[in-house]
């Protein structure tokens, strides 16, 4: 096997980012440099408590958890407790995390990673709001020359928005982290909802992950059990869509995706369509092509990895 590829996952756990966190564990051909939180599904405090829960369940205490911003940058945070409960990690039975959160700021781990690391080594894997990224950029702007790709999960184009009619939820929340980093030149992979919407919890894909029966594939089952009851209710599914671990997927499964390159730019001033990502998919525009943006996926495919790489675990 060649080297593993070195990641930082920037999340907000929340169910899905604990799938994806899972997902990244269970998979050899990934080196999670650390795990750095940000204030999105709940607040700061509950997503850098929920991150290190994970790493407990899945006994892997090895990998450093830095927490991050604890609001956007230029507004009021936007919780999701709707969705995904009080802790933003319903479901199983929570202890108090017993490791430690590493002293450094989430914002200068990564810089700190990104330099040291050789250019163009390090992928940056988002699935939360951009302002830890977008406060790195602003703070450090030589970093973006050195990532290697950031693959996000976030923004909706012809599936439109899922917290309000125009937006997804992490771009929702912070619009202008999301504009500074779609600005960057920083090579971008997209998986927005367009791709999410298709890869729901059903009945016959998650019973595959409840046969497993491990520590961490049963607290998984019961996260997603609690997680698909919002969205089986909200859109008439069978089964709820499992955002997040299409990144770290798409990482180990590129062919599972199909998408193309596209300008996206992102609505920041609009009362009425803030966070929208305006995605140039039938390239009219001519604006310069900024992010890969995938579509399509094989969801029976996605499963089958995520229940094979869990059961690692
Ligand atoms: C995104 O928002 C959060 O609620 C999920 O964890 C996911 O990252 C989906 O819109
Ligand atoms: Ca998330």
Known sequence: MSEPRKIIIDTDPGQDDAAAIMLALGSPELDILGITTVAGNVPLARTSCNAR???EFCSRTDVKVYAGADRPIARPLVTAEHVHGKTGLDGPE???PQMPLEARHAVDFIIETLRREPAGTVTLCTLGPLTNIATALEKAPDIAGRVRELVMMGGGFFEGGNITPAAEFNIYVDPEAAAAVFKSGIPI????????HKVLTLKSRVASLREIGSRPAKALVEMLDFFERFDVEKYGSDGGPLHDPTVIAYLLKPELFSGRDCNVEIETTSPLTVGMT???WWQVTGRKHNAR???DVDADGFFALLAERVGRL
């Open 189 to 196: 992979v997209m998986m927005p909802l367009d791709v999410t």
């Open 53 to 55: 829960i994970i790493l």
């Open 94 to 96: 929570l202890h108090e």
């Open 293 to 295: 943006v995938m579509k």
């Open 278 to 280: 305006v995605v140039d």
